[in-house]
């Protein structure tokens, strides 16, 4: 069935450090997004890539759409404690394209 | 904008009693709900889409008998967890669509389920 994996599982960064982490579906998506949740809370839209290829910028943050449209990279620059959180990508679904499927989302903590 | 809510935010009940979650879009009308599950530290796992007026869809391996949910108006939705046991005990979210023509959805705060 349809997948959307993501790597690293976890990560732990020192303040200050940068950070990627890395989307890839199965399958080719329309569009693709992005959430991050805090710990304890819930998750909150980032963002949403469309174009092969698109790169978007939010501060510190940078968004990449692969060519093929099957994968995408969520990089921080310079992380502050702030960032801590699970970042998840997520893509429509083949069959009901409403719904969405999520990666496995990316863990990240951050040494001050 | 685009705000939801939900309530409660935790509930704590006794094996076998059923518990009701509320999902509702504070400031705009939701066409579309869905429920999720989210065990700890795991993604989140598509329950049902329920669309205002019409009988929820729900994903393979979910019981709909167990799982009530009701989307009576386009600014809410219910999830009933029937004969709630310790196995459901999980943290539960709802989110929304804008529109037709909005592919984001917008989370609730998410209610965790503690069943003894």
């Known amino acids: 069935g349809q997948q959307v994996m993501q790597i690293p599982q976890y990560q732990h960064v020192q303040e200050g450090e940068d950070f990627t982490t890395y989307c890839n579906s199965s399958?080719?998506?329309?569009?693709i997004q992005w959430y991050k949740q805090r710990p304890g809370g819930h998750p909150v839209f980032l963002i949403q890539?469309?174009?092969?290829?698109e790169v978007k910028k939010q501060k510190r943050l940078t968004f990449q759409f692969g060519e093929a449209k099957k994968n995408s990279s969520l990089h921080i620059t310079a992380t502050q404690t702030t960032d801590v959180g699970t970042y998840f990508c997520a893509g429509p679904r083949i069959q009901g394209a409403q719904k969405l499927v999520f990666g496995q989302g990316t863990r990240l903590t951050i040494n001050p | 904008g685009a705000v939801v809510s939900q309530h409660p935010s935790r509930v704590i009940c006794k094996s076998g009693t059923s518990v009701k979650i509320e999902c509702r879009s504070l400031?705009?009308?939701?066409?579309?709900m869905f429920w999720y599950r989210q065990f700890p530290k795991q993604s989140l796992m598509l329950m049902a889409t329920s669309n205002e007026g019409s009988k929820a869809t729900y994903e393979q391996g979910v019981e709909k008998d167990k799982f009530l949910i009701n989307h009576a108006s386009l600014t809410l939705s219910t999830l009933t967890v029937t004969s709630a046991h310790p196995e459901d005990s999980s943290f539960y979210i709802c989110?929304?669509?804008?529109?037709?023509?909005?592919?984001?959805?917008?989370f609730g705060p998410g209610t965790r389920l503690t069943v003894l």
């Open positions: 399958t080719t998506l329309s569009n």
């Open positions: 400031d705009f009308q939701a066409t579309t």
């Open positions: 890539l469309v174009k092969s290829g």
């Open positions: 989110s929304a669509r804008r529109g037709s023509r909005d592919n984001e959805q917008f």
